[in-house]
């Protein structure tokens, strides 16, 4: 029995790596997605943003948010590289699972889609909190807007939103345009001032409020206007990607096939935009658009191939780097106009834009600095929806040799010039003095 049982733990070790889907930028496909949930019934109330990542090649692992199984890694590895949480008013996870734990997954470079609604618990709160995001602190208070409700809801409380104020950003909702607004009932939620890592993807008319729908205001609400976001993502410096939602359900198949006509506006829509642009953002979240690699720094000096151990002050080299995007199925060439090379030592002495291709390769050209020292390349590429770039390759840089300098310096001709002509004139004074009666 013994030895069966050291049998099987050896077969697991063996087998864990394989389970382990990490992230890879080489290929990053047929990722393993967990999803805590509430209830189970939300597996089929929200089956369509479920049916749309399998379709997308994600292994989703559905379990209950207090399961006493529940672990996010086994044996220091990583069981999953996606994790979702529709459990709202869950008090505590079950397992080895808790607020900590989920932070370190997203430190390690994992990503998050975190939805809440006006249950939410103080755990749930509390993760938000870590990625920079603040519920408002009434859990009674739901978002109301007088002015920007579905006409659906004329004569209820106005908490069913029609937003259409989202984030201008193709990398993050896609090229497509979303025509219909979005329906969303659900919590306000603001952004910490000191992170600038979170960035609002749908915001609340400058009408919108929070409070209780339910009992008049006594006292006017702290959260107004366009200064509440409805759903909110963060990029982590490591690039691990978070989604932060105050409305389950906006993820629901009955806001996905509701028709919608917000109020005031005399455009009606069969269908309402969330599946569109909750299918968009969860594209964003889990890499399947904007995401970028680099490859390594090339550089030589004009004329040349090779790569140098060592530039001369004055050198005109030659720098390139290639850089590829994701594009959900395979690398595409990345194309800017906005990436740039700096040849750094303590501060950038060189600063380039780099001219492309279109392919992919990114070069430019520029003479050595006429300071010696030990100097970097870097490439330090940050732009709105795209994962950053930080290169750097070293390098040093010499002064001439003594036998490196021209034999004559042109600029010192007048010098030569003067030197000359007082031998001439000594010669000509003596001459004139010795032989002169």
């Known amino acids: 029995m013994m030895n069966l049982s050291r049998s099987v733990a050896l077969i697991s070790l063996f087998l864990l790596p394989l389970l382990s889907f990490s992230f890879s930028v080489d290929n990053p496909t047929d990722r393993r997605v967990l999803v805590l949930l509430e209830d189970l019934s939300l597996k089929s109330s929200h089956s369509i943003f479920f049916n749309t990542l399998r379709s997308r090649g994600f292994d989703l692992d559905f379990k209950l948010a207090e399961d006493s199984k529940l672990a996010l890694q086994r044996y220091g590895q990583y069981l999953y590289d996606g994790l979702i949480v529709f459990?709202?008013?869950?008090?505590?996870?079950?397992?080895?699972?808790?607020?900590?734990?989920?932070?370190?997954?997203?430190?390690?470079?994992?990503?998050?889609?975190?939805?809440?609604?006006?249950?939410?618990?103080?755990l749930i709160r509390g993760i938000a909190t870590e990625c920079g995001v603040d519920f408002?602190?009434?859990?009674?208070?739901?978002?109301?807007?007088?002015?920007?409700?579905?006409?659906?809801?004329?004569?209820?409380?106005?908490t069913l939103i029609a937003a259409d104020d989202l984030v201008k950003s193709d990398v993050i909702l896609g090229k497509a345009k979303i025509e219909a607004p979005v329906l969303f009932r659900g919590v306000a939620h603001s952004l910490n001032p000191t992170n600038n890592l979170v960035l609002k993807v749908l915001s609340a008319s400058p009408?919108?409020?929070?409070?209780?729908?339910?009992?008049?205001?006594?006292?006017?609400?702290?959260?107004?206007?366009?200064?509440?976001?409805?759903?909110?993502?963060?990029?982590?410096?490591?690039?691990?990607?978070?989604?932060?939602?105050?409305?389950?359900?906006?993820?629901?198949?009955?806001l996905f096939r509701s028709g919608v006509q917000k109020a005031g506006s005399p455009n009606k829509y069969e269908k309402s935009g969330n599946e569109q642009f909750v299918t968009e953002l969860s594209k964003w979240v889990f890499h399947e658009r904007g995401h970028l690699k680099a490859g390594s720094l090339v550089h030589h000096r004009v004329g040349e191939t090779d790569?140098?151990?060592?530039?001369?002050?004055?050198?005109?080299?030659?720098?390139?780097?290639?850089?590829?995007?994701?594009?959900?199925?395979?690398?595409?060439?990345?194309?800017?106009?906005?990436?740039?090379?700096?040849?750094?030592?303590?501060?950038?002495?060189?600063?380039?834009?780099?001219?492309?291709?279109?392919?992919?390769?990114?070069?430019?050209?520029?003479?050595?600095?006429?300071?010696?020292?030990?100097?970097?390349?870097?490439?330090?590429?940050?732009?709105?929806?795209?994962?950053t770039l930080s290169l750097s390759k070293q390098i040093p840089v010499r002064p001439y040799r003594h036998n490196e300098y021209e034999r004559f310096i042109p600029t010192a001709?007048?010098?030569?010039?003067a030197c000359f002509t007082t031998m001439a004139g000594f010669f000509v004074f003596s001459f004139v003095y010795l032989y002169h009666k």
């Open 87 to 122: 459990a709202p008013s869950t008090e505590r996870f079950g397992g080895s699972l808790d607020s900590k734990s989920i932070a370190d997954f997203v430190d390690s470079g994992r990503d998050l889609i975190l939805s809440a609604d006006t249950s939410a618990s103080d």
């Open 413 to 417: 001709y007048p010098y030569y010039g």
């Open 136 to 158: 408002d602190e009434d859990s009674s208070a739901m978002v109301i807007d007088h002015s920007s409700f579905s006409v659906s809801d004329v004569d209820g409380d106005h």
């Open 307 to 387: 790569e140098p151990a060592i530039y001369r002050i004055k050198d005109d080299l030659e720098f390139a780097v290639e850089i590829l995007e994701w594009s959900g199925k395979s690398w595409e060439p990345y194309v800017a106009d906005d990436v740039q090379v700096q040849f750094y030592m303590m501060s950038p002495y060189v600063l380039k834009t780099l001219s492309t291709d279109k392919k992919g390769l990114f070069h430019t050209s520029f003479k050595v600095p006429d300071v010696y020292g030990v100097f970097q390349f870097k490439v330090e590429y940050e732009k709105l929806g795209y994962t």
């Open 207 to 254: 009408s919108a409020y929070s409070a209780n729908p339910s009992s008049k205001l006594s006292s006017p609400p702290q959260l107004t206007g366009s200064a509440i976001s409805l759903v909110s993502v963060m990029q982590a410096r490591n690039n691990a990607r978070v989604v932060i939602s105050g409305s389950l359900q906006m993820f629901s198949d009955k």
